[in-house]
């Protein structure tokens, strides 16, 4: 009997002590896994600040490259401009230039018909023949430069046609008077094609004056780029990708 009373006394102090040790095992694996999982939760947060930091930083070098491209679009199109400006108000006043030593040597050929009754037979004084030559390769220089492949025809036509005008002259198969009506004829036709391109160089001219200002531009030329801003909404895995540096 006695025996037995020790036996359950030794089992009831057994007892408690593994309950002891079974909540002291449980705790250490909570503490553990809570540890596991809070690193684990830690490591996430930081690979997330990380994509959004790579992700910001990507988007302000992308748009810094687009500030960089638009500033460079907009150079060339002003130095375009102040081109086709500059190369119309010279041939403007060139053309000038040349229309009025095309009509000095009209004039002489005129008097020369009035005095002797001939047409372009007598050699012009030298100074307006002379003018008219540098007046034609002043203008063919210019031309040469013009973007609008019609203005560019035009002038060559007008050129031709006052060329041809001051070289009429009379022979053994033409009078002088066919001769004059030939050289009057052109001169009309020269006329209306020099109205025209004079209208043509004053719309290029106003066209690059308003074209300068930023503000009137309706849109930069574009040059080949395939850079997309990344959407500040989005973060992807591992961040926009962009083309290398130029």
Known sequence: MLGGREVDVAAADVV??????????????????????????????????E?????????AVARE?????????????????????????????????????FVRLRHADEMNFRSNG????I???EDIDEEFRAQ??????????????ELREQVSEYVGLCTRSV??????????QQARRNANDLERQSLSIFDAINEQLGAIIRK?????????????????ANLKLPSSEQHPKDGPSLPPPS
């Open 208 to 224: 690059a004056f308003e074209s300068l200002d930023p503000y009137q531009v309706p849109e930069l030329p574009q040059f080949s």
């Open 51 to 59: 994509r959004r930091e790579k992700a910001t930083d990507e988007r």
């Open 16 to 49: 408690p002590a593994i309950y002891t040790i079974y909540a002291a095992v449980i705790a250490a694996g909570g503490v553990a896994v809570g540890a596991i999982v809070s690193s684990v939760s830690d490591r996430g947060k930081d690979k997330r600040a």
């Open 136 to 149: 034609t390769s002043a203008i063919q220089l210019l031309r040469v430069r013009l973007f609008d492949a």
């Open 123 to 125: 050699r012009v004084p």
């Open 118 to 121: 001939t047409w372009g037979r």
């Open 167 to 176: 070289m009429a002259h009379s022979d053994e198969q033409t009078t002088a």
């Open 65 to 101: 490259r687009l500030t960089r491209r638009e500033e460079t679009s907009w150079k060339w199109y002003e130095s375009r401009a102040t081109y086709e400006r500059d190369t119309a108000l010279q041939l403007q006043q060139e053309i000038h230039a040349f229309a009025r030593a």
